[in-house]
């Protein structure tokens, strides 16, 4: 049976033995009338990349907004992309043999030096593929080292598909991964990335998150600030766990189990001060591609869904940080599979364009 979409969110805690039962899930008050996709128009697109684009990630450069770039995954094509704000081409990283996700982390020491990261997931070398970015001019250079995944598996289940990358607060930085297939308990790896000799390793810490056994695990992102990762559990709803590898592998809610007509893929997190902001949750469709916009903390309440005309999106980014004059209050990037390229959206729009309003960041 098709539950409404205003059971949103199933608090969980996990027994342990001799331990108190589960929570019964609590179910968020029913609006007057369900939520009605608002369209919300792109402000440009990026050049088409080769094969097929897949997931965005954003590096905010820190001094100029303007030159912040964009990394997308062209995962048949075997490359990385970077683009300009504007969507123009910059460069592409070649070499990278299919792509899926990617991810960026600020405030990494390697070699004497403090560098960002873009890591993103190699399926077919079954590990990660790593790049350090220069903190100051967005440079890039390829940092790999060990990064096998999933070690013992075989077949698609050692396949890394989503990542998302958590900078704990002692500076530690740690990739999350899933996987194209796995078990219903410990279908996700926790990895400590780690310098050596002027590369990267990645260190398996943990393996946790259930899995309801259909679809696959693909979207994953990590709020920093609030240490909780979400991961899209395709056809059942958005799981939310502890980010920090040495907390508890308790599944802390259970979001979006209501019906979506398509997966659930991309997620991403808008983040305001004090803990405010949202949590943004992608339904592919084909064509016509929605966004679900829901509280990024509390009940998580489902506040508001968008479609902009991205066709069956897959991965998205979602940042609330100046990225230039087009962008001042951040933007919100969907992978358009129609057009092999991803589609910007200014925040403001998507805040501004029908009811709710949502905040922006100043």
Known sequence: MNRPWWIAVALL?????????AAEPQAVAAPKEDPKPIVVLSTTAT????????????????????????????????GLYVFKMDGTLDRVLEGVERPNNVDIEKGF???????????????????????????????????????DVFAGEVGEARAPMGIGLFKRADGQIFAIVGRKEGPKSGYLATYR??????????VEVKRFGTFSGVGEIEAIVVDDELGFVYCADEAFGIRKYHADPDASDE???????????GDREGLAVYSLPGGEGYLVATEQLEGDSRYHVFERGGEH???KIIQGGADSTDGIEVL???????FPAGALIAMNSARKNFLIFDWRNVA???EPKLAAAK
Not at 195 to 200: L, Q, T
């Open 301 to 303: 309440r489902l506040l």
């Open 193 to 202: 990335l780690e310098a050596r000799d002027g590369f990267v390793d990645a």
């Open 47 to 78: 050049e088409p990349v080769k094969g097929d684009a897949d997931d965005p990630a954003i590096w905010v450069h820190p001094t100029d907004p303007g030159q912040s770039l964009i990394f997308g995954t062209d995962k048949e094509g075997n």
């Open 320 to 326: 609330s940080a100046n990225l230039g004059p087009q």
């Open 109 to 147: 020491e390697l070699g004497g030096a403090t560098v960002d990261l873009a890591v993103a997931t190699e399926r077919l070398k079954t590990r990660l593929r790593i790049f350090a970015i220069d903190a100051q001019t967005g440079a890039t250079r390829d940092v790999t080292g060990k990064t």
């Open 251 to 261: 599944e802390l809610a259970t979001l979006a189990t209501y019906t979506f007509e």
């Open 352 to 354: 501004e364009t029908g």
């Open 13 to 21: 805690s996990v027994a342990g033995c001799g331990g108190p039962k």
